[in-house]
């Protein structure tokens, strides 16, 4: 069964680069037609979309986040990133990975655990 | 991008209660609509999508319906394990919003 799981730092210091890495097990993330994306919840807020790609390149856009946000897939580890530039204490959230296998319907099917991820000095 | 606003914010229900929560779209959206359960520590789960699909393995209990700019999210019979926050979401176009959350519990 396909599973999704968050890994990287639980605090980073304002103005440098968070990176996220999603691990994907049971499964690849080489189908043509999946998209695999982030969301983030600040503690206690909602929850705000970030980014979403495919491994053929085709990408769904945060237009609030674009300029500061990449995400990439790396199809030998099974792994797909969040480079997020510049942070804020704004930049402070409940970091999820998720997937979605349905491009008419667009919904997020699998999501990760999630990761906590503090922005301070 | 387009706002989705859902009432009430919360509510309170018993198990066996017929409860539904509403979802309203700030421009039409059809049918793109999806639904989440979010329980206390844990990632939100997808419970309807495209307004009225019950996802795989998702009881029964929970329906979705509406088009265009109102929806709606019920639960016949609630039981314990729905005492949660759901969400509302837009997949019409980008960037893909949420819903503030109701909290039923």
């Known amino acids: 069964q396909l599973q999704l799981q968050e890994s990287g730092p639980g605090l980073v210091k304002p103005s440098e680069t968070l990176s996220l890495i999603c691990t994907v097990s049971?499964?690849?993330?080489?189908?043509?037609?999946?998209?695999w994306g982030w969301i983030r919840q600040p503690p206690g807020k909602g929850l705000e979309w970030m980014k979403s790609i495919s491994q053929t390149g085709v990408s769904y856009d945060n237009p609030s986040l674009k300029s500061r946000l990449s995400v990439s897939i790396d199809k030998s580890k099974n792994q797909f990133t969040l480079k997020l530039t510049s942070v804020s204490a704004a930049d402070t959230a409940m970091y999820y990975c998720?997937?979605?296998?349905?491009?008419?319907?667009?919904?997020?099917?699998?999501w990760g655990r999630g990761t906590l991820v503090t922005v301070s000095s | 991008d387009i706002q989705m606003t859902q009432s009430p914010p919360s509510l309170s229900s018993s198990v066996g209660d017929r409860v539904t929560i509403t979802c309203r779209a700030s421009?039409?959206?059809?049918?793109?609509l999806n639904w989440y359960q979010q329980k206390p520590g844990r990632a939100p789960k997808i419970v309807i999508y495209?307004?009225?699909t019950l996802q795989s393995g998702v009881p029964s209990r929970f329906s979705g319906g509406g088009a265009g700019t109102e929806f709606t999210l019920s639960i016949s019979d609630v039981q314990p394990e729905d005492f949660a926050t759901y969400y509302c979401?837009?997949?019409?176009?980008?960037?893909?919003?949420f819903g503030p959350g109701t909290k039923v519990d």
């Open positions: 495209a307004a009225s």
């Open positions: 998720v997937r979605t296998a349905d491009r008419e319907t667009l919904h997020f099917d699998l």
């Open positions: 049971g499964g690849s993330l080489t189908t043509d037609s999946d998209l």
């Open positions: 421009q039409n959206i059809v049918t793109h």
């Open positions: 979401q837009q997949s019409y176009t980008t960037p893909f919003t």
